[in-house]
Every structure is written in C-alpha cells, then in structure tokens.
C-alpha cells in the first residue's frame, strides 16, 4: 500500500454503531485548515496545540451536530502530522454526513492502517511498535495487553537494534577488509567476531523458544474438552463459563460439530472447544464431527479427556489413556483427565481405584464439584506463573520467521568463522542477518511488507 504524505485524510476511528460518541480523524498538513472551513466556534489556526475547542460543525447554513475539536500539531500527535479530532455524538447518519463533507471539502478518505502507517513514516513507531498497536487493539486479556503494551514502547525494538547494531559495526569491518583485498589484513578481531555470534544467537535462540508461548497468550490457549459420547462434555462447557452455551442431551451424539467459547482466567484467555464424542459411528456427520474432534485434539494446548466414572474399569481406563498419548504424541498437547459424574451415590464404593492414576481430576459437571481444582490444575499445565511478561516474548509469526531466518545466517557465521572462511563468504552471511533484524523493525527496505502489515488494520487507526 503506497501512501501520499501530502495529503490529508479522515475517517471514523471509533467503531461503527449507535453509541455516546463518535470520533472522526483527520491527519495531514491541511488537517486543521480543512476542519476550519467546516467548523464554527474558535478559528482553529490560532489556536494551540493539544487543546479541545466547543463549537459546530455546519454544511453551509445547515448544523450537523454540536461537537468538540481536539487539534494536535505536528510533530505532536499520533501521526507526527497536523491532526484534528472531531467528537460528535454517536449517531451513523451524522457521522458520515460529517466524512463527506470533510472529503468535498478537501479530505480524502483514509485507507486501512494509514494513520498508523504515517506514524511509522514520520518516524513516531518503528516496525515493530506500529503492528503491537494492532495487537492492542485485539488483545482481550491483561497477558496480551501487557506483552502488546511491552512492544509498542519498544522493548522488543530495542533488543532488536542493539543486537544489529553490534553486529553492523563488525560488518562494517569486514566491508572495509574487502576493500584492501590485495592487502591481505584484518579489520574484525575474528575472536571477537565469534563471541559476539554467540551472543546474538544466544539472545535470537530465546527469542524464537518464547514464540510458542507469546503465540497462545496472544490467541488464546486451546483447550480441547474429548471423550466418549455422553460422559459430560458439554455440561463441562456449560458450567465453565456459567451459562448454556451447549446442548445437553441423554441422546450419545448430540455435539457434531466443535463449538469454541472464551474464558480469562487469571488474566490469560482460554479457548475452551467442546468436541463430538469421540466413537465409531456409521452416521456419516457425527463421523465428520468426530474426525474434526481428533484434529482439535493434535491441535491443543491442553486436552480436558473427559470419562464416566462408571463406566470403565481400571483396565478399561489404563488402555484409553494409552491410546490418547500415543495419538498426542509428537504434538504440543498435554493431557488432563477429568473423571465426571461423581456426585452418583454409589461413587463412594469405587472412589479408591482412582488413586493410582497420575493428572487425574475427579468433578461432577453437572453439579459443579470441584471445577475449581480443575481450572487450578489448568493452569498449572499451561504454567504461565515464570513468565515475565515485561520480558520480551514474541507474539508475531512475522517476527519468528525473520528471527529464524536471522538465526540460521548467524549459524552459517558461526561456522565460517570456525572454518576460517574469508571475509566476503562472511559478509555475505553477516548481511542476511542484518536483512532479517531489520525486517522487523523496519530498518530496511519494507515497501511491499508495509502494504501486508498495515492492510490488516482497521480503517480510523
């Protein structure tokens, strides 16, 4: 997406809908000239930045709507650019009849993630600063909005560039040895050189390994809830999040489809998907939902694998635990097993031969015994409790792949230097590094990346 900084744009950068308020954006040089024209109460020229100023917004003769103006003079605002605020009151046919006038008058409609797009331009946010605004748009519990909040005041921008500073500096020498070739010297302390790839991979390594936890607390954490048909699945579901979300039925094979719902705990969202009973069924769709049930299972964070206390002997249940971890094997899953329906009488009798299983909770759904232990043991599985989240954790699949790719040029550095390779094989090398930090911070060449980052904006931001 190519932008034109000499232009001036609007748009609504509150969400569509009847509400209190609505604020309109407008950004660029012409900003405050533009809402002038429109505007009655101060002449908007004259006055200061970041001050709000009561008056009305008119067609003519015609009154829109009493608003309020905010003005921001640049380099002071979001943008970096001239920028005006409108507030008006949260009425759709007074907002776009706002925008319209604002366009006739000398706007242009703003395109998705421009205004971010010209902070990251003018210089306000770097790469990585501007897509963590997006993340805090999204984020839905405090870890996500914490780690989000830690990346756009550059905590994770400023890991970056130190590292590819350093590592600049030595390619500076190397660059500079290629050009006394015939000299045949050295510029870059190889041992230095060295110490220094091994710090950056160090720091990358880490970097890509907190991924899979970033990645989860951004999305949420799957949860899948299996089992055979009729052992409590969905009544788990329902009392989880303390309403009826899914149908509960005597009849084995109601759930055939995946349904998803989302609870915080603790400050950390968990995607809870109830799943068909898993069984041989000659029913051609609750087969589909039993296949899709097996994916989401491969596909968890953790596995809730529900059974009737009733209806399994030791042997029985020693068998299915097997099967399970040897599906899950190679995957990320971890297995908790939920033993339900406890809250029957005769549950007393057979109590004791649970004892022997390990990751074993034992709950009544239906009468909501001992869900808390459960969520505690949730928890305790997912084992959030070491991590800091003003650390840097990666939550950008983006960010991964160029960190991997960093990571495998420093490698190639690595045994280079061990091979005593020359100096332009290592530059080489040392460059794809560079490229790769610097993709994610926007210090390099990113006109094509920036149309894919800031396209998946929404349009007032």
Not at 125 to 141: F, G, Q, T, Y
Not at 419 to 435: F, K, P, V, Y
């Amino acid at each position: 997406m190519s932008i034109q900084l000499d232009s001036t744009i609007c748009a609504l950068a509150t969400p569509p809908g009847i509400g209190a308020i609505g604020v309109i954006r407008l950004s660029g040089t012409d900003a405050i000239t533009i809402c002038n024209k429109v505007f009655k109460g101060r002449d908007l020229a004259t006055v200061s930045g970041n001050t709000i100023h009561f008056g009305s917004i008119r067609d003519g003769e015609r009154v829109l709507d009493e608003v309020l103006v905010s003005v921001f003079k640049a380099p002071h605002s979001y943008t970096g650019e001239n920028s005006v605020e409108i507030s008006t009151h949260g009425s759709n046919y007074i907002q776009q009849q706002i925008i319209q006038l604002l366009i006739r008058v000398g706007a242009k409609a703003a395109g998705p993630g421009e205004y971010t797009q010209r902070a990251f331009l003018n210089g306000k946010l770097d790469l990585a600063e501007a897509e963590a605004v997006a993340d805090i748009i999204a984020s839905n519990s405090e870890a996500a909005h914490g780690i989000a909040i830690q990346q756009m005041r550059g905590g994770f921008s400023d890991d970056i560039k130190s590292l590819r500073q350093e590592l600049l500096d030595f390619a500076s020498l190397i660059e500079l040895e290629l050009d006394f070739g015939e000299e045949d010297v050295e510029f870059a302390d190889r041992t230095q050189l060295t110490n220094l790839v091994d710090k950056v991979l160090v720091t990358t390594s880490n970097l890509i390994i907190s991924f899979d936890k970033g990645n989860v607390i951004k999305n949420g954490i799957p949860v899948v809830i299996a089992g055979a048909p009729n052992t409590g699945k969905s009544t788990l579901l329902n009392a989880l999040l303390n309403e009826d979300r899914a149908i509960v039925s005597e009849i084995a094979g109601t759930t055939r489809d995946t349904i998803e719902e989302e609870l915080v705990i603790d400050g950390v969202a968990f995607r809870f998907i109830d799943t068909a009973g898993i069984r041989h069924t000659d029913d051609t769709i609750e087969a589909i939902g039993v296949k899709k049930a097996l994916e989401k299972v491969k596909s968890s964070a953790v596995v809730l694998y529900m059974f009737d206390v009733h209806e399994h002997s030791v042997g029985d249940l020693k068998n299915i635990m097997a099967k399970l971890l040897e599906d899950v094997q190679g995957t990320k899953a971890k297995v908790v097993w939920v033993g339900n329906k406890i809250d029957h009488e005769d549950f007393k009798a057979i109590a004791h031969e649970f004892e022997q299983f390990h990751n074993l909770v034992l709950v009544s759904a239906r009468e909501k015994q001992n869900l808390d232990t459960l969520i505690d043991k949730l928890v305790a599985e997912i084992n959030l409790d070491n991590t800091n989240l003003n650390q840097t954790i990666v939550t950008n699949t983006r960010h991964f792949e160029a960190l991997s790719e960093a990571n495998t040029a420093l490698q190639k550095v690595k045994e280079g230097l061990e091979l005593g390779i020359s100096g332009d094989l290592l530059a080489m090398d040392i460059r794809q590094a560079l490229n790769s930090l610097g993709s994610i911070t926007g210090d390099v060449d990113v006109e094509e990346l920036l149309g894919n980052i800031f396209g998946r904006f929404c349009i007032g931001k």
